[in-house]
């Protein structure tokens, strides 16, 4: 769903709409909640709750997720209750979806007895919905001050550490070896995939973070040239091994002799060209997501802030919207 499907959705709850973090978020019958979008038409509602710790609800909950439709999990972990909520074919579907699970957990948490509590601490007090870094957490003002302080001080240890560019090269080279033996693998298979450029993307920046000792643009910039490279060799070798194959020689040789063809000007079929092209594209694809991840998780992990209200401006967004929406019907 896009922003105003949101905000109309928030509405409707008698929520609240966060543009920054895109979750809706406030308070159900004196629960602190807030419902994030997971992707793939999945959506969570979270709260933080405790009952009485000599019950177990484990079946309770399972009876919940089973009398609800559309609530496919319903997962208890410390002090977080998270509720799954699969979406429906159609936006207004998705969103009478989330309302009935929402209703029917607040309904279940009353039934059962159970409070509104600090996730960190577990004790009953005022909580509201907090950033902290990469983590949406519902806390009491305390708790937060108190993880905000952690955090700015793990911040400032990691800023301070010298990079080490060549123990990050180093890892860099590594992870893109794991990645790339990935996607010869599903090369192999006749596939392309952007699963592998997932992966690479992953071991290749993780890769120079963990020997790097931190992550920097130029940490990103390596990485990223690392696996351009790398996506040109493992569709060199993937051609090598069909060469190797057809001829009876061995990898090595089919692979010097086929790249040495095509750097003299050698044509080869254009599938050979069409298969890289699709190999960089859909590669790309998931290397350019962890990348992008990879610095917002970087610019997020020094924000940390409450939750709060929108200004006076979203009814009057929300007034145009619906009336924009009764005009197309």
């Not at 509405?11 to 019958?29: A, H, N, R, V």
Request: with cysteine; glycine share 10%; aromatic share 12%.
């Amino acid at each position: 769903m896009d922003k105003l499907e949101w905000q109309d959705l928030a509405s409707q709850l008698g929520l609240e709409y966060d543009e920054d973090t895109k979750i809706i978020f406030g308070q159900k019958d004196g629960y602190t909640l807030f419902i994030e979008d997971a992707g793939e038409k999945i959506y969570r509602i979270c709260f933080s709750v405790k009952g009485d710790e000599a019950l177990s609800i484990a079946e309770d909950l399972k009876e919940l997720k089973k009398s609800t439709k559309g609530m496919t999990n319903a997962q208890l972990t410390r002090y977080k209750l998270v509720i799954t909520v699969k979406g429906g074919m159609t936006k207004g579907r998705t969103k009478e979806t989330i309302a009935e699970c929402l209703e029917a957990s607040v309904t279940f948490l009353k039934e059962h007895g159970f409070i509104n509590v600090c996730e960190h601490t577990g004790e009953a007090e005022p909580t509201a919905v907090y950033q902290v870094g990469t983590n949406l957490l519902i806390l009491s003002a305390d708790s937060f001050q108190q993880l905000s302080s952690n955090l700015a001080i793990e911040n400032q240890s990691y800023d301070q550490q010298n990079e080490n560019v060549i123990g990050g090269i180093v890892g860099a080279f590594v992870g893109c070896l794991i990645g790339g033996a990935v996607t010869l693998g599903i090369a192999q298979l006749g596939y392309v995939s952007f699963v592998s450029g997932l992966v690479m993307g992953v071991c290749t920046i993780k890769g120079y973070e963990l020997l790097g000792k931190k992550l920097s643009k130029l940490g990103i910039g390596i990485s990223i040239f690392f696996m351009l490279v790398m996506i040109l060799f493992v569709h060199q070798l993937d051609w090598a091994i069909l060469v190797t194959r057809k001829e009876g020689t061995d990898v090595f040789t089919a692979f010097s002799y086929f790249t040495n063809y095509l750097l003299s000007g050698g044509e080869v079929h254009y599938t050979y060209w069409l298969n890289l092209g699709l190999l960089y594209l859909f590669t790309g694809i998931g290397a350019y997501s962890m990348v992008h991840n990879a610095l917002g998780n970087h610019t997020l992990k020094y924000i940390t802030r409450e939750i709060i209200k929108e200004n006076w401006l979203r009814p009057v967004f929300l007034y145009f919207y619906r009336k924009y929406r009764l005009i197309l019907i």
